[in-house]
């Protein structure tokens, strides 16, 4: 069975995208990286996914001025043209139009810094630490119309600690994003639906991962 051809969305370092790409270069992964785009031609990720020999380009957004949906369709041919079968977005910062969603629906999976439906949007760490929750965590969805809204593929948690602050608790957060990203989009490739729990120790931090298995 041959792997399904994975598009990336971008927009700045594009840490999430090489873990994806890195993922890809171990034996049986379901996925294959065909294309990663920016919507920034300085985005520091295209330089990183072209270091992996895949193909990496931009769309400038601002090109199109309030015109998102014409961005969009810029971006929906090169993906499609480069035979894009399933879509990630890896730090991708626009919120994308009803017309793409529904263009690219159940195929478009999104990463979000939060345990969903807590914190959709942004400034998630800041809110969880001003809220006094004692977990806090991410969440790999699939995009739907609403912002962070679409149906939970997997989460993985991580302890907020008494000193901590937005930043270290991001850094923490991040690291458990590098372990359930490629794991959540591997089991979508495969289509597998069995629910797992398992915990992961990264560089001394605790993960908790509600995941797909494999």
Known sequence: MSATRLGILISGRGS????????????????????????????????????????????????????????ERAMDERLKAAGVELVALAGFMRVLTPWFVNEWA???????????????????????????DTVHG????????????????????????DDDTPDALAARVLKAEHVLFPRCLAAVARKAGTRVRENVVIDGVTVRLFAPAE
């Open 16 to 71: 999430n995208m090489e873990t994806l790409l890195k993922a890809s270069q171990q034996p049986g992964c379901p996925f294959a990286p065909a294309i990663v785009l920016a919507n920034k031609p300085d985005a520091g990720g295209l330089e990183k996914a072209r270091e992996y020999a895949v193909v990496a380009g931009a769309i400038d957004h601002k090109l199109y001025g309030k015109d998102r949906e014409a961005f």
């Open 106 to 132: 159940g195929r478009l999976i999104n990463i979000h810094p939060s345990l969903l439906p807590k914190y959709p949007g942004v400034d998630t760490h800041k809110r969880c630490l001003e809220a006094g």
């Open 138 to 161: 991410c969440t790999v969805h699939q995009v739907t119309a609403g912002v962070d809204e679409g149906p939970v593929i997997g989460q993985a948690e991580v302890d907020v600690l």
